[in-house]
């Protein structure tokens, strides 16, 4: 069981990213995504999730800038970042049926 993210990089402000989570070793569609950050030396924080029945929440500092998604022929869920700002610098985690990611360093810098 185990879910690998990738996508993240550095990126300009007012940029976009979309971070991707494939999940192997469970029945993915059963099962919610979701996201997580942790910015250095801070606490990981909640950014988004979408549950089995795709109903999405968001973290308030993301509405509207963020679109999470999943893909469940793919076993794949997906984060769409768009209007990227220095303070969405962070390590970004994605966990579904229990089990954690390694994280993707997201970077937003001129």
């Known amino acids: 069981v185990q879910v690998v993210e990738s996508g993240g990089g550095l990126v300009q402000p007012g940029g976009s990213l979309r971070l991707s989570c494939v999940a192997s070793?469970?029945?993915?569609?059963?099962?919610?995504v979701n996201w997580y950050r942790q910015a250095p030396g801070k606490e990981r924080v909640f950014v988004a999730s979408?549950?089995?029945?795709?109903?999405?929440y968001y973290a308030s500092f993301v509405k509207g800038r963020f679109t999470i998604s999943r893909d469940n022929a793919k076993n794949t869920g997906y984060l769409q970042m768009n209007s990227l700002k220095p303070d969405d610098t962070a390590v970004y985690y994605c966990?579904?049926?229990?089990?954690w990611g390694q994280g993707t360093q997201v970077t937003v810098s001129s």
């Open positions: 070793g469970f029945t993915f569609s059963r099962y919610g």
């Open positions: 979408i549950s089995s029945a795709h109903i999405t």
């Open positions: 966990s579904s049926a229990n089990t």
